[in-house]
């Protein structure tokens, strides 16, 4: 799934190739994802793209024209955990992907190139938003304060923590409520980092929140430059090379040597190192310890 990182990519990326460009069309292909119906996509025509940035995880693509009455019109895109953005430079074949493969929206320029949306597997998620204000999409609207933003200060994340009180650290950082942007991955790197198990009571010393936060804006930046100017088809790739310790199960950690575990939850699994993060003690398994109960 792409994070904070990776759709910060995707804004450079698309930003470049987009803006000042004009729409030919919008092709929702998988009606699920689309999540709104006023305006209709067909409100693109003829617009050009002024504007990318993003709202967390979600990317948001801002155009302006006659079809949009000369008011914003924002394309919102949630790539959720298996969708991806595939630039094209040529036409696309007529008919070709639809209703076969994992084709779920596509726009097309006026000079016929474009982007594909896509997403695999068979538990569909991504979601398409057409809308005039961005907050009218709701998990924008519930966002948390954005990590990269310069009003997210120590104290600000010092109070985040306090309010959480005894939530689990791991489910804080991902919670997009909370705090906008990091997922599964980059908590768990996040975490390695600042040498704490993911079981960690949220509300923290003084010392620790300081850790935390210093471990979070590393994290997070040196992601986004490793990520800046990779093209949208490599940032998996490139996303996967800088990981220590997510994805890593059975693998040394690159600090210390220890073997990189895992816990097991019934719909995701996170990685740490016992050495860095929990005294060299393994956490319990929760499937099998709710179980066992
Ligand atoms: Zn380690």
Known sequence: MPELPEVQALVADLGSRLIGRRIARVDVTAFSALKTYDPPTTAFTGAKFTEVTRHGKFLDLMAL???????????????????????RENSPTPGAGR??????????????????????????????????????????????????????TLDALAGILKRAGRS?????LRNQGTIAGIGNAYSDEILHVAKMSPFKAADM??????????????????????ADGVAA???????????????????????????????????????YCPTCQTGGKPLADRVLSRLLK
């Open 168 to 172: 689990q650290i791991k489910g804080v």
């Open 205 to 226: 010393p003084p010392d620790d929140v300081s850790t935390l936060y210093d471990a979070m804006q590393s994290t997070l930046r040196d992601a986004v430059a490793r």
């Open 233 to 271: 088809s490599e940032l998996k790739a490139e996303k996967k090379s800088g990981l220590r310790v997510h994805g890593r199960n059975g693998l040394p950690c690159p600090v210390c040597g220890d073997t990189v575990r895992q816990v097991i939850f019934s719909d995701s699994t996170f990685q």
């Open 65 to 87: 024209g006659a079809a949009t009455e000369d008011k914003p019109l924002h394309l919102i895109i949630h790539l959720a955990r298996a969708g991806w953005i595939r630039w």
């Open 99 to 152: 209703g076969k493969g994992p084709l779920a929206a596509r726009l097309v320029l006026d000079d016929g190139s474009g982007f594909d949306i896509t997403e695999a597997g068979t538990k569909k998620s991504l979601a398409v938003y057409v809308v005039r204000d961005p907050q009218d999409v709701p998990g924008i609207a519930r966002l948390g304060p954005d990590p990269l933003e310069p009003k997210f």
